[in-house]
């Protein structure tokens, strides 16, 4: 049972930080892909960044790339989403996400091959 939780969204002011946690328990493999995946009311889901486990290969979207930088932490099964210099238009529930089928290439415009998905974390930017 694959589970993936995400936590840290919070109201921030434009132009502040704030840094997401993405933690999978159940997997099976510990080689894979984890996106972040945003969707504001109203508008179609948007992938922002992806990373592959083993950690060389890293993915953005040309919205947030240069503000956000997505990484694996010490612990192997949190990844972790900074984002910096955030605007308005960041506003949005993030998802993380995870395709166990990737043999080390990630792709967030693709969001049907993440099968699994955290409830989200809100962000809020004013």
């Known amino acids: 049972h694959v589970q993936l939780v995400e936590s840290g969204g919070d109201s921030v002011q434009a132009g502040g930080s704030l840094t997401l946690s993405c933690v999978v328990s159940?997997?099976?493999?510990?080689?894979?892909?984890v996106g972040w995946f945003r969707q504001a009311p109203g508008k179609e889901r948007e992938g922002v960044a992806a990373?592959?486990?083993?950690?060389?290969?890293?993915y953005y979207s040309d919205s947030v790339k240069g503000r956000f930088v997505i990484f694996q932490d010490n612990v192997k099964n949190t990844v972790r989403l900074q984002m910096y210099r955030l605007e308005t238009n960041d506003t949005a529930k993030y998802y993380c996400?995870?395709?166990?089928?990737?043999?080390?290439?990630?792709?967030?415009?693709?969001?049907?091959?993440?099968?699994?998905w955290g409830q989200g974390t809100q962000v809020t930017v004013s």
């Open positions: 996400a995870a395709d166990f089928g990737s043999n080390g290439y990630c792709y967030i415009d693709l969001s049907t091959q993440y099968t699994a």
């Open positions: 159940g997997a099976r493999k510990s080689r894979y892909c």
């Open positions: 990373i592959f486990t083993v950690g060389t290969r890293t």
